[in-house]
């Protein structure tokens, strides 16, 4: 599947779109190109419940799809602008990761230098020994290289050796579930020029070069899912996802208090905390049919503990089951409604024996603490944008060397490859 990547007009701010898709609700965030291309600016977000999808399918496309465009013309008519280019995220048990590995020969007799086009056609190989027929590519992390069965390093490039070896982690969809998302976008009106796993989104906009460097679990608590994804060295390492998210707390509120899902998800946004067995007790009025009672907040974090402590469980067993070296000095990221559940946090790290912190993304000081780990992924989709064009300028600035320059360019190129 290919996305559109018409250019913006070189005339005023080049401003993005983001499309973060939930179970739930759907946040659309757009921001501003600062003038050095070093940061966003200007971030600006529209909420809206989601309909005809869940746990990331799509199941009604014309609600689904009259939903976006809903949204979107709330944000047009927020910022007086036109809006035909969308990033969107993708969630849900269909994102898949897994590892392929793939050899090229570099030289028949003795040893010579890596080059770019060496990594690329070594890439391309791997991305097609790994990807099924009926697959979308979302994205790739090279987790290393080795120089004829040895020296592995992330980096290959001037290198000598006979044979270079790759082993990539693919993270990918169905075609079919990107493309009935593709497709919604597209009756609303709009462009999809960027799909990302929602989970790698909210990194980028949370996570640190430091902590992806030194190691870091970002953990993304949705409404019915959890996405883990694990750093180290840079690089993705890991991706899983569990089956628990703010719709099992909000269900078993709904049944203990006898009320509506509607009113239990409010009652756990205002007044659900995970408390001790000697923490004093309040008492919180909810209204059950034409009456008024009361419930003590003792009750209610009573009621959830059981479905926390299993989330924990499968949390602490997914973290320490992934096979990425030295994860007993990583530290975690939550972000996601239910990291906002007071008390989470702390419990967290005690059954984890990891240091744990609230993911708020870097770009969103003015925003108030309830907001901020809501909009991780939609503000990491438009840094994904920004990256992607700063790359593109560089490279436009690339093409515009001269003819000699470009002739030399090839020559070397053509060199490495034979010699």
Request: aromatic share 6%; charged share 25%.
């Amino acid at each position: 599947m290919v996305f559109s990547k018409k250019r913006k007009r070189a005339t005023g701010r080049n401003v993005f779109y983001a499309l973060d898709i939930g179970s739930r609700r759907m946040t659309l965030g757009c921001a501003a190109v600062a003038g050095d291309l070093a940061r966003l600016e200007d971030a600006a977000f529209e909420v809206m419940p989601t309909k005809g999808i869940f746990k990331g399918v799509v199941n009604d496309l014309s609600l689904f799809s009259d939903g976006i465009r809903q949204i979107v013309k709330c944000m047009e008519a927020r910022r007086g602008q036109k809006i035909t280019r969308l990033a969107v995220s993708l969630n849900g048990n269909y994102v898949q990761a897994r590892h392929s590995a793939a050899a090229v020969a570099l030289s028949e007799r003795g040893t010579r230098s890596i080059t770019k086009r060496d990594v690329e056609r070594l890439n391309q190989q791997t991305r097609m020994l790994g990807l099924e027929l009926d697959e979308h590519l979302l994205h790739q992390y090279p987790q290393g290289y080795s120089i004829d069965r040895h020296n592995m390093t992330l980096n290959p490039l001037g290198l000598h050796g006979r044979k270079l070896q790759e082993d990539l982690l693919l993270v990918c969809a169905p075609v079919s579930y990107v493309e009935n998302i593709t497709k919604a976008v597209e009756r609303a009106g709009c462009d999809v020029v960027l799909c990302a796993y929602s989970g790698i989104a909210a990194a980028e906009a949370v996570l640190s070069k430091d902590e992806k460097d030194k190691g870091v679990v970002l953990v993304d608590v949705g409404d019915t899912l959890t996405g883990i994804v694990i750093y180290r060295d840079g690089v993705v390492r890991h991706l899983g996802i569990l089956s628990f998210g703010g719709r099992n707390i909000t269900e078993i509120i709904s049944n203990f208090c006898h009320i509506s899902t509607d009113a239990a998800d409010e009652l756990k946004k205002t007044s659900l905390e995970l408390m001790t067995d000697d923490a004093d007790s309040e008492e919180v009025l909810i209204k059950a049919g034409d009456a008024y009672r009361s419930v003590s907040k003792k009750s209610l974090a009573a009621a959830i503990a059981p479905e926390i402590d299993k989330f924990l469980e499968m949390l602490r067993s997914a973290i320490m089951e992934s096979g990425v070296e030295n994860i007993v000095s990583s530290r975690v990221v939550v972000v996601g409604g239910l990291s906002l559940l007071e008390g989470l946090l702390e419990k967290m790290e005690r059954v984890l024996s990891l240091p744990v912190r609230l993911g708020l993304p870097k770009e969103l000081g003015h925003l108030s603490l309830s907001c901020a780990p809501i909009y991780a992924s939609a503000m990491g989709l438009l840094e994904l944008q920004l990256d992607d064009y700063r790359k593109s300028s560089f490279l436009l600035q690339a093409n515009n060397k001269g003819p000699w320059c470009k002739l030399a360019d090839y020559l070397a190129d053509l060199y490495h490859d034979y010699f």
